[in-house]
Structures are given as structure tokens and as C-alpha cells.
């Protein structure tokens, strides 16, 4: 450890009226840790600027799945091992319980939140391209009311969100109304498990008499942020899924996405692969069509 | 084929009658002398230990590769009358960090040669006051210019070692290779390169030192070599050998990691135990000892040869060069080993081999499993595919027509006087991988899939024991005594860090006094009580050590005997109780055996000819991998090891070295990358120098062919580092059979592969037909 426990604050309200009131009363101050996956991580290398934590573990509101016939709400405090286990998650989100399953090892998956996932906002986190197809609403809470934001206007930039100082993450809404849609996800990461992304994809669609109706494509580690592919996905939208089309895409996703060199990865390699996946992708959305 | 026996694992395991000789617990899988401490959690490891009035220490850094240091400021924030602070100043004997040279500080005291390099040393009784202590303190440097790559250092414009960054140079020349070219039906050549590789074992380094006037100075430390780290210390503190004692504790793996750098560590605790007249342990924590410790040395290697044909090798010239880092350490017999082993497993009617160990701006590189043989093992084994290639043969049958056989001599001159059997190993790990069948169908079906498949081998040897003369010189003894109990016990300096010393050396204790293994026990790896049987080290363990161990075993039961306390047959009671009276009776039962080389080896260690090692391990391994054409990953389908390492002791600690060393060899050729940044090793993390997890191994298939070594105990040749010579080379060749196209670099990374298929990347013709 290369931190000093004496020199942290750990608060632990164990309500979530007593959370967002510390929240509000001393905006900015204090950091919510949920599982503690990434704090701990920066804890031990010496490395986490914040000193003062708020314990959410223990907020029960935060850790529910509740559903209609037509929604599903993810409280945000629910780890990756209750998502991936879920089986209305498995049934009406397979990708976002594919992407759970993806996320560390198991120990991690029983620690890491989904809403710890999208607030520490790396560009490469597992969960957010499938949440980006699935057109997930978050509801975010503070002291003063709640408010919701589509996700796809969450992240704001490299490691910066919508959430203001006094706010939480409470849940992540998501409409059932992709059954029978064609998916894919793919995920590229230096060995099999236990990986950061070198490239994660995702992506849903409908064919209607051989032409694209509807396709939401999101791509993790190829930009600042977790990345909606919208200009490509309007390029092929209504189109024959042709070789001719299908380049068409590749050339598209190419001026959308913008990858960089790093300790897990070379641009490069992310342009090319991000183009070999998208096109996978639309092959097999191609001969599988609807048919899932 | 009679003289071989063989079973394999995993599977059933084999009844005792099948094993090799009539031995009662050699050759069988007895449970691991310290397995129940480990699997129950109550074996101690360094930072399981703990004494009264104990501080704790760190290690104050360079943070640049080459300068001066001009200044050294304690900054604010920090209450430094609490700490113990120690520089070279402080050094009571040679600061230095005694290996084979003496050119390692223990502190720099006025220069830095590599990132990361200790110039300071802090103690205080609250550890978690010390990493901000570290880095409170400033030190201003003049920079010097710095070298970082082999390439660099050998061009010399800024010399950062001795005359010519040159620490070690070798040069082995049989026959009349440039009388060969003219011969030639084709010259190949080609250049293959291996990088770094961190040895990550479980258990990072640490040691506790204590010291006071009367009893001296006592050091408990993660290690495999309690005497080198004996020797350094006495240097170190000027100290008389008895004032020095050096405890091995439980160690969590080593992998040659742990040969030289306890030293250091040990030298550190020493010297703040010494200024503060406490305890003090000093814990490395992952990111420290993956930044500061050694790796394996990175290596080119440039191979030329002459070959007929009809495939007979005629000629190699071989220039194999290795970054040794900034100091010399081990570099030179890490560079021995690695010349030896350069020309692989194949009969070279005329061979020449260059080698060098340039220095360079990063921390030393070190001993690694396999010490410079996978290095140049690689690049032979990746040759050998491309020479196949050049003349339109198949990989296997070049390498059978040129197999190593009895009467036919290595590089340096040895005629093989074992009873070797290359293409019966060969024969058998291509039947057993389904090998023609496979490589015939992913050639045909390779050229549309968009995942393709390949199939590849890599034959080699690993000789057993210190090279050439160093046995001779190391001149090891071991013993065996009784306690007052009547307890049996192995003295040895040979630790234990999980690959099963305490078990092999007990096994063999137990067969030759002829009593039950759990009568017999190791005696504490401590220098104040045991005998110097040399380093843990090159696969020398089971082979000279056991023998030693076996001998000692004799000379005990025959003293017994000769006192008249131990009759002609026993039962296991009945000797301990005689042990038990001896004891009593005379005060000791003690018995040592000195290593004595055997008549018929011969080294000459200036022209690098003749016996180079005592005996040698084969091995045979089959590789198959799948390259996806989307992601540019690799990954390995199946693993096939066929292997002759003399007689197997143990058959499951056997097949779980095999198993391990193959795995290691999987990281090293497809997934380990340590990514330097002006010496410093930028992802000296977990989560960024990536290692395969079990979902990245494939199934280990392990066999063993038996021929028993005169010389060796009960047989038994060296294991250790033979399965880390052969994955890299097996995969490379896979890979480069499923893609049809060569890749002579490890690691190699899917941004490796993908530069080369997609973005065409291409590398020069290196093969031309004359």
C-alpha cells in the first residue's frame, strides 16, 4: 500500500437521504465508493487524490432490478455478478449481460457497480457500448430531485460526465423493445480474461426486406469516450448490405472513430480492427437478419 | 527402442512396478514435504514475519537513466529526525553487490547508471509513512547521455560500460565455416529477436535483517542462493563469515528472479539494521519489484547457414548478442549458456558462434529460467523452419536428418556419449499431436478461413548443471545428520521455492537409507547450520545435488552400520532408533559428500571446447495455435511436450515443472511485453504486463521418456528450464505456418500480427538459393 489510511476520510451514512445530504452540503468534497474497484486500485499505488470517501455499499436503493412489462431499471449500486445472473437482463439485454461477464475477474464482478462503470468513465470500460445500443436513460439524484439524461449525453469528454458535484448515480433505465433484433458483441483485449479492452463493440439491429431499418452500434476504446457510431450507422441505414455498402461502412467508421497509442494498444491496430469488426459485424447481420 | 521406458501424465498415474529400476519412493509422486503448511495457510512468508521492536525500510530511486548526482534534498512535510536514513556513506566494506564482477553499488554513491537505481535508504516503525518519505526526498542529477538498445551500445558513441559497453564476449569455432559458403546448395539466413521477460512470481522480494555487535548480522530473506547472498553481505559489511548468516524463508517461486537480487535487498536491510541497531524489514510491492528487479536479458541473434539439398546442414555462423542492462552481474554465464546452446540440437560439421553481452541504460537484466538458451534456442528453431522452407522440406525431416546423435560431437567439441534418442522423441510427439495429418489440413483450408490454423515444433536440448568447469569450481558438499531424536535430516543451501527440492532430495535420502520418506526431513535452509551445495540454479538441483545428497545418505548408513548399532536389513523404527543412539552415544551422526567431477569431463574454458555439460535433457514439443483474422490474437489450441531428462524422481512434480515452464513459455512468446521507456519499464503493473490466465493455456499434454544418467541421482538429469526453451520457437513456428508467413520476433503481439497481414508491413528476403 502506498497510501496512508490516516490520511483519508471514510464516511459511511448508511442511508441514501444521508449520502446525498453529505453530497450536498460539501459539493466536490467527498467521492462515492461503491465496490471500490478502481479506488482501491489507486489507493494501493499512492495514487487517489481524493481523500475523502462515502461508502455506498451498503445503500440497498442503490442495488435493485425492478422491471415492467415494457422497462427494466438498474439501481446503480448493482455489481456486474447480479447483472450477468439477471435473467431478465439475460432475456431482454444479453449484451449488457454479456458485457458483465466480460468486466475483470469474478472477485471483481461481486465488487464493481454498474453505475462505479460509467461514472469512472473510461473510454474502454466493457459495459457502455451496450448500454449506448440499448438507448439506456440514466436517472441521476441529488439532495434537490432526481433528472434524467439519455446516455449517449453523459460523457461529456476523456474522464469527463454530466454529473454534477451533488449528484449520484441512481439508475439506468432501459426499454424492452429489442426483442427479436439482431445483436453482436465483441470484445478485444490482450488475452481472454481479465482484460482491459483493447476494442469492445456492440451493436443491434433490424433488417426489413433486405434493407438496414434500424442499427445502434457503439464502440469502447476508440475515442475519449464510449462511442455511439452514429455516422456510419446513417450510412447504412436503408442500404443492401452489399460488399459495396459494407466498405461503405469500414470508410465510415473510420472518420468517426479516434484512436490513440497507449500502454494497451496502438492506434493502428484499433482503426483496423474496429474496421474488421464492424465488418464482421455487418456480415453477420447480413445472413442472420432478425433471426438473433 | 528397449532401452526406453515411458509413461505419461496426465491421466491415470502409472503403478510403482511401472516405474524405471526397483526403487521403493524415487520415482514416486510423493506429496510435497511443505505442502500441507502451504495448502493450510500456515507456511511463513517474508511478510509473514515479523519481530519485536521491528522497523521498516525503502528504497530511495533514481528517476533517470545516466548522470551525476549533484544534490540530494530532504523535502518539507516529512519529520525526518524519525527516520533512519542510509547512503553509501554508510557502507562499512565494498559497496558493492559481490556477483562475478564487482561492479553492481549496493547505493551509488555519486553516479547513476539506470532508472530505478537505490541511491538512499529510509526506516521508520510506520510503514506507511515511507512512501511519502521517498518521495519527499530531492535529487538533482547532471544528465549524461544513455544507451537503450543493443544496437546503440554496440555502435559506441557514448560508452556507459568499460572500454566498449562490452561485458562479456564468447567465441566458439569448430571446423572451417567460411570454407563451407562455396559448398552450398543454399545459404539461409535471418535475424530473430526476443525480448525482455518479468518473472512475476507470487511472492515479491523481501528480507528482514538483524544485527548486533556479538552475534553479528542475520538476514532471512525470499531467495534461492543463501551462499551468494552470504558472500555479498560479507563484503558488503566487512563482517568475518561467522558474523554472517543468511536464512532462506518459504519462498513464493523464483524462477532465477531471486538469484541475484536478494543480494541487493538483503545488503539494504543489512545496513539500516546496522545504523539503527533494529530490526528492519524491507517488502517490495509488486510495482517496485517490477520496475527494479531483474528480467531476462532481451537477445538478437543472426544465423547464416550452408545447407545441401537433400537437407544436410553444412555450416552456421551464429552472432548471438544479449542486453545485459547497466551492470554485469550475471550477464556473462547467462551469455555462456545461451553460445552453448546456440547451435540447438543438430550435428554442425562446422559451426562458429559470436557472442557478446553489451550494456545498456536499465536496471541489469538476470538469470530467468533457461539463462540465455531460450534466447538462442529460438532463434535456431525458428531457423530451422525457414531453412525447411528455403528447400522445400518438411520441418521435421530437415531436423531428423540433422539430429544430435550418439558419437557425434556439439559445437564445442562434446561427442555425445548418452544414449539419445531425438527421432524416437520426434517420432513420438508427432504421433501423439496428430501432427502430419493436422499441419496437412490447415495448409489446404487455411487460405480462406478467417480463422487460421497452424501446427509447428521446435526440437532442443538443455544441458544439466553449471556450465563447463563451474561445477568444479563450486565444489558443492552435502550432508546428512540425525537430531537427538533420531529425526533424519538433508542438509542442503538448495531452497525450495515450489519446484520441489524438499521433496526430490528427501525421496532420494530416504531410498538410498532405506527407510520411509516421512522419517526424513530438510533441515533449515540456514548457512549457520547447513553446507554450501551452491546456488538453486541451472536444473542442477536433482542431478548434482541429489547425487551428493544420495552419497551422504551411504556414508551415514554405512557409519551407523560400522558402529555395529545397524545390522544388515532394518525397519524404519529400528533405524531411527539406532540414529537416535549413535547421537547420543557419540554426540553427533553426521555425514558429507563433496561433488567430485566425473573423470571424463573435459572444458577448456578460454578456447570454449569440450564437455559443457555433464549431461543434457531433450525434448520434443508440438504446438498448435489459431490466428484470428479479425482480432490478429493468437491463441494456443493444443500443447504437446515429449521429453528425456534422465530419470523422472517425482512424476508429479516432474510434470507440473513441464507444465509451468510451458505455460512461462506461452507468456514469453505471445503475451509479454515490457515496454521500456528510457530504461524504465513503463508497465510495471499487473493490469498492463499481461500474462496468460488459465483461459489462455491450452491442455499440457506431458511426456516422458526414461533413460536413467549414470552420474545423476537415481538417474535423474536437470528439468527445470528445459520447457522453457521450446514454446517459443513451437508457437512462432504455428504461427507463421497458419499465416504462411515469418515472424521471427517474440513477443509477438496481435499489433505485431496485424501490422504484417493488414497494413503489409514487410520485411526484407533473407533466403536465397546459390
Not at chain 1, 469500414?250 to 472513430?257: A, F, G, K, P, Q
Not at chain 2, 551492470?327 to 552453448?340: D, F, N, P, Q
Not at chain 2, 510427439?429 to 509447428?456: D, P, V, W
Amino acid at each position: 500500500m502506498r497510501s496512508h489510511p490516516a490520511e483519508y476520510d471514510f464516511a459511511s451514512p448508511g442511508s441514501l437521504a444521508g449520502v446525498l445530504e453529505r453530497l450536498d452540503s460539501e459539493p466536490g468534497e467527498w467521492l462515492p465508493v461503491a465496490g471500490g474497484t478502481e479506488v482501491m486500485v489507486q489507493y494501493g499505488a499512492g495514487r487517489l487524490r481524493a481523500r475523502r470517501l462515502l461508502n455506498l455499499w451498503n445503500i440497498v436503493d442503490l442495488r435493485q432490478i425492478t422491471e415492467t412489462s415494457e422497462h427494466l431499471s438498474i439501481g446503480g449500486g448493482c455489481t456486474f455478478a447480479q447483472l450477468r445472473g439477471h435473467v431478465s437482463v439475460q432475456e431482454h439485454f444479453p449484451l449488457l449481460a454479456q458485457a458483465a461477464s466480460w468486466t475483470g475477474g469474478i472477485a471483481n464482478q461481486n465488487r464493481a457497480t454498474i453505475a462505479g462503470n460509467i461514472v469512472n468513465a473510461s473510454p474502454a470500460a466493457d459495459s457502455p457500448p451496450a448500454l449506448l445500443v440499448y438507448e439506456a436513460e440514466l436517472e441521476l439524484i441529488s439532495a434537490r430531485g432526481t433528472r434524467r439524461i439519455a446516455y449517449a449525453d453523459f460523457h461529456l469528454g476523456y474522464k469527463k460526465t454530466a454529473l454534477q458535484p451533488r449528484e449520484l448515480l441512481l439508475a439506468i433505465h432501459l426499454q424492452k423493445r429489442f426483442a427479436g433484433w439482431f445483436r453482436y458483441a465483441q470484445k478485444t483485449g490482450a488475452r481472454n480474461a481479465q482484460a482491459i479492452s483493447k476494442i469492445c463493440v456492440a451493436a443491434v439491429g433490424k433488417l426489413r426486406d433486405g434493407r438496414v431499418e434500424a442499427l445502434h452500434i457503439g464502440m469502447g476504446a476508440v475515442a475519449p469516450t464510449p462511442l455511439r457510431l452514429r455516422k456510419t450507422e446513417e450510412a447504412l441505414l436503408g442500404t443492401i448490405l452489399t460488399e459495396d455498402a459494407i466498405a461503405n461502412g469500414r470508410r465510415m467508421l473510420l472518420t468517426e472513430i479516434a484512436p490513440i497509442d497507449d500502454i494497451r494498444s496502438s492506434a493502428e491496430y484499433r482503426r483496423q480492427v474496429a474496421a474488421n469488426l464492424l465488418e464482421d459485424m455487418l456480415r453477420n447481420f447480413a445472413a442472420k437478419g432478425n433471426a438473433a | 527402442m528397449e532401452a526406453f521406458r515411458s509413461f505419461s501424465r496426465p491421466g491415470e498415474p502409472p503403478s510403482i512396478g511401472e516405474y524405471l529400476g526397483k526403487e521403493r519412493i524415487v520415482g514416486t509422486p510423493a506429496l510435497r514435504k511443505e505442502g500441507v503448511a502451504k495448502v493450510r495457510g500456515s507456511a511463513r512468508y517474508i511478510d509473514d514475519i515479523s519481530f519485536p521492536g521491528m522497523i521498516f525500510g525503502a528504497t530511495v530511486r533514481s528517476s533517470i537513466a545516466r548522470g551525476r548526482i549533484q544534490k540530494i534534498e530532504f523535502g518539507e512535510g516529512v519529520i525526518w529526525d524519525e527516520f533512519i536514513v542510509v547512503s553509501a556513506k554508510d557502507i562499512p566494506g565494498e559497496n558493492a553487490i559481490a556477483l562475478i564482477n564487482k561492479d553492481w553499488p549496493c547505493l551509488a554513491a555519486d553516479r547513476v547508471n539506470h532508472p530505478e537505481e537505490p541511491i538512499l535508504l529510509l526506516a521508520h516503525p510506520d510503514r506507511h509513512l515511507l512512501p511519502k518519505a521517498v518521495a519527499a526526498v530531492r535529487i538533482e542529477y547532471e544528465v549524461l547521455p544513455s544507451v537503450h538498445s543493443m544496437e546503440e551500445s554496440e555502435r559506441g558513441d557514448v560508452i556507459v560500460w568499460g572500454a566498449d559497453n562490452v561485458f562479456k564476449k564468447f567465441l566458439i569455432d569448430n571446423g572451417n565455416v567460411d570454407a563451407a559458403w562455396d559448398q552450398a546448395d543454399f545459404i539461409v539466413e535471418g535475424e530473430y529477436t526476443t525480448g525482455a521477460q518479468e518473472h512475476l512470481y507470487i511472492d515479491n522480494n523481501g528480507a528482514i535483517a538483524a544485527y548486533t555487535p556479538d552475534e553479528g548480522l542475520t538476514i532471512w530473506g525470499s531467495m534461492q542462493c543463501p551462499f551468494y547472498a552470504h558472500k555479498s553481505l560479507v563484503c558488503l559489511t566487512g563482517l568475518p563469515e561467522d558474523k554472517v548468516r543468511i536464512i532462506q524463508v518459504e519462498t513464493g517461486g523464483a524462477f532465477g528472479g531471486k538469484e541475484d537480487y536478494p543480494s541487493m535487498i538483503g545488503a539494504h536491510a543489512a545496513l539500516l539494521a546496522m545504523k539503527s541497531g533494529r530490526p528492519v524489514k524491507i517488502m517490495y510491492d509488486r510495482m517496485e519489484d517490477m520496475v527494479a528487479t531483474t528480467k531476462r536479458h532481451p537477445s538478437r541473434t543472426r544465423i547464416r547457414t550452408a545447407v545441401t539439398k537433400e537437407g544436410k546442414l553444412l555450416a552456421a555462423d551464429i552472432d548471438f548478442t544479449t542486453d545485459g542492462g547497466a551492470y554485469s552481474t550475471l550477464s556473462a554465464t547467462v551469455l555462456s549458456r545461451g553460445t552453448i546452446h546456440a547451435g540447438g540440437a543438430y550435428y554442425w560439421p562446422n559451426i562458429r558462434v559470436r557472442s557478446k553481452a553489451l550494456a545498456t541504460n536499465c536496471p541489469p537484466h538476470g538469470a530467468f529460467r533457461g539463462f540465455g538458451a531460450p534466447q538462442s534456442l529460438f532463434a535456431m528453431e525458428r531457423h530451422m523452419d525457414r531453412v525447411a522452407s528455403a528447400i522445400g522440406m518438411s520441418p521435421e525431416e530437415l531436423r531428423r536428418r540433422n539430429f544430435l546423435r550418439p558419437g557425434l560431437a556439439t559445437a564445442t567439441g562434446q561427442k555425445i556419449s548418452e544414449d539419445v534418442n531425438l527421432e524416437h522423441l520426434l517420432a513420438r510427439a508427432l504421433t501423439i499431436s496428430g501432427y502430419s495429418a493436422k499441419r496437412e489440413r490447415f495448409s489446404r483450408e487455411n487460405i480462406r478461413a478467417k480463422k487460421k490454423k497452424g501446427i509447428g515444433i521446435a526440437a532442443f536440448l538443455h544441458g544439466s548443471g553449471f556450465t563447463g568447469s563451474g561445477e568444479r569450481y563450486l565444489n558443492s558438499v552435502a550432508g546428512m545428520d540425525a537430531t537427538a531424536e533420531g529425526k533424519l535430516r538433508v542438509l542442503v543451501s538448495s531452497t525450495e521455492f515450489g519446484q520441489g527440492t524438499n521433496t526430490i532430495l528427501c525421496q532420494i535420502a530416504a531410498e538410498s537409507l532405506g527407510i520411509d520418506y516421512d522419517a526424513v526431513e530438510m533441515a533449515p535452509p540456514d548457512t549457520g547450520i547447513v553446507p554450501n551445495s551452491g546456488p538453486t540454479v541451472a536444473s542442477r538441483t536433482s542431478m548434482i545435488v541429489g547425487k551428493l545428497v544420495h552419497s551422504a545418505a551411504i556414508g551415514l548408513r554405512q557409519t551407523l552400520q560400522a558402529s555395529g548399532l545397524l545390522g544388515e536389513s532394518w525397519t524404519t523404527p529400528e533405524f531411527c532408533e539406532a540414529a537416535k543412539t549413535h547421537v547420543a552415544k557419540y554426540g553427533a551422526l553426521r555425514s558429507d559428500s563433496r561433488y567430485e567431477p566425473p573423470v571424463d569431463v573435459h572444458w577448456d574454458d578460454q578456447t570454449y571446447r569440450g564437455e559443457a555439460y555433464a549431461a543434457y535433457a531433450w525434448a520434443v514439443y508440438v504446438a498448435e495455435v489459431t490466428v484470428d483474422m479479425l482480432t490478429y490474437g493468437v491463441t494456443v489450441d493444443d500443447f504437446v511436450a515429449v521429453q528425456e531428462v534422465g530419470r523422472v524422481l517425482n512424476p508429479t512434480l516432474a510434470t507440473g515443472q513441464i507444465e509451468g515452464g510451458v505455460a512461462q513459455g506461452i507468456g514469453y512468446a505471445l503475451y509479454e511485453k515490457v515496454q521500456w521507456e528510457r530504461g524504465r519499464m513503463a508497465n510495471g503493473q499487473m493490469t498492463n504486463y499481461i500474462i496468460p490466465t488459465s483461459q489462455d493455456i491450452p491442455p499440457i499434454r506431458v511426456f516422458f521418456e526414461e533413460m536413467p544418467f549414470g552420474h545423476g541421482a537415481y538417474g535423474a538429469k536437470g528439468i527445470g528450464e528445459l520447457p522453457m526453451d521450446g514454446p517459443a520457437p513451437a508457437i512462432l513456428n504455428a504461427v507463421s505456418h497458419a499465416t504462411d508467413t515469418d515472424f521471427n520476433a517474440i513477443p509477438l503481439l496481435a499489433e505485431d500480427i496485424c501490422l504484417r497481414l493488414a497494413l503489409r508491413q514487410t520485411v526484407p528476403v533473407e533466403a536465397v538459393a546459390v
